[in-house]
């Protein structure tokens, strides 16, 4: 099974700060990685799959890059609305797997 | 506008089945591979099970497979997901998403909740 490893677990930063999250494959999986963020009470959504594409209707500020074991999401400056968990998930093999979230909060 | 809605969740003994469905409105179902994603409450997400567009072929976690069934219906756009043998760890939010296959879970509905307990 592909092991996702988020760091850090919790980021506490304020608006209008830039946001660095990190996502690491304990194997290849090329650019099978997807980000997705979660608020509470709500169902995930679709950021960024593919490594690098932002999903239909998500802002530019939200980019994603990396390939191989070492991904990256990147908020270029961050609103209010941005702070929420994120996750990472992987689909180059089954099991998917997702990592376990990094909790990104209001400083 | 896509709409996934799930339904069929509730309180069961461990031991028990549960029949979950989703149903799908807004884009092509049967063009989509679809899947069932869970979260444990206060947890992290936990992928299930997918099946894809035709509903020949299926994967599994470890963790549910020979008691969980993922199967579809394109006549009716509905997924399902039949639990059996349930176990108190299996109680979470789940989840229907689009994808999953050969590409990301880009919808999502908003979940039902499973609860397992005596």
């Known amino acids: 099974e592909i092991v996702l490893t988020q760091s850090p677990a919790t980021l506490s930063l304020s608006p209008g700060e830039r946001a660095t999250l990190s996502c690491r494959a304990s194997q290849s999986i090329s650019s099978y990685l997807a980000w997705y963020q979660q608020k509470p009470g709500q169902a995930p959504r679709l950021l960024i799959y593919d490594a690098s594409n932002r999903a239909n209707g998500i802002p530019a500020r939200f980019s994603g890059s990396g390939s191989g074991t070492d991904f990256t999401l990147t908020i270029s400056s961050l609103e209010p609305e941005d702070f929420a968990v994120y996750y990472c998930?992987?689909?180059?093999?089954?099991?998917?797997?997702f990592g376990q979230g990094t909790k990104l909060e209001i400083k | 506008e896509v709409q996934l809605v799930e339904s069929g969740g509730g309180l069961v003994r461990p031991g028990g089945s549960l029949i979950l469905s989703c149903a799908a409105s807004g884009f092509t179902f049967n063009s989509f591979a679809m899947s069932w994603v869970r979260q444990a409450p206060g947890k992290g997400l936990d992928w299930v099970s997918s099946i894809m567009n035709g509903g020949g072929s299926t994967n599994y976690a470890d963790s549910v497979k020979g008691r969980f069934t993922i199967s579809r219906d394109n006549s009716k756009n509905t997924l399902y997901l039949q639990m059996n043998s349930l176990r108190v760890e299996d109680t979470a939010i789940y989840y229907c998403?689009?994808?999953?296959?050969?590409?990301?879970?880009?919808?999502w509905g908003q979940g039902t909740l499973v609860t397992v307990s005596s």
């Open positions: 998930q992987q689909r180059s093999d089954w099991p998917r797997t």
């Open positions: 998403a689009t994808g999953g296959w050969s590409g990301p879970n880009e919808y």
